[in-house]
């Protein structure tokens, strides 16, 4: 199985920026969607944005306007660009990407990244 590599995460402060990146190996067959989930202590998994190939963003109300994703085709690489962030950001932030790595592979599957912390202090 194919894990995704994350990085970015750390301790900031509120109103501090963060910059998350997610990547695939560069060798795979098709992408459907990227997206962003995070899981705070004690809270149930949220789905916080999803980029899909060739569609429209998608945002989790609670971070529309301070969030933006984006992908690199190229590099199947997705991002995850954090401003104004509050303590309730505060959840550890898994990555993950619909896709096929291989035409033997005629369902799209979803993998994950191993999560990276994300704390923001009051």
């Known amino acids: 199985q194919v894990q995704l590599v994350e990085s970015g995460g750390g301790l900031v402060q509120a109103g501090g920026s963060l910059r998350l990146s997610c990547a695939a190996p560069?060798?795979?067959?098709?992408?459907?969607?990227m997206g962003w989930y995070r899981q705070a202590p004690g809270k149930q998994r949220e789905l916080v944005a999803v980029i899909p190939s060739g569609g429209t963003t998608n945002y989790a109300d609670s971070v529309k306007g301070r969030f933006t994703i984006s992908m690199d085709n190229a590099k199947n690489t997705v991002y995850l660009q954090m401003n104004t962030l509050k303590p309730d950001d505060t959840a550890v932030y898994y990555c993950?990407?619909?896709?096929?790595?291989?035409?033997?592979?005629?369902?799209?599957?979803?993998?994950w990244g191993q999560g990276t912390q994300v704390t923001v202090s009051s």
């Open positions: 993950y990407a619909e896709m096929r790595l291989s035409p033997w592979t005629t369902v799209a599957r979803t993998y």
């Open positions: 560069e060798s795979i067959f098709r992408i459907n969607a």
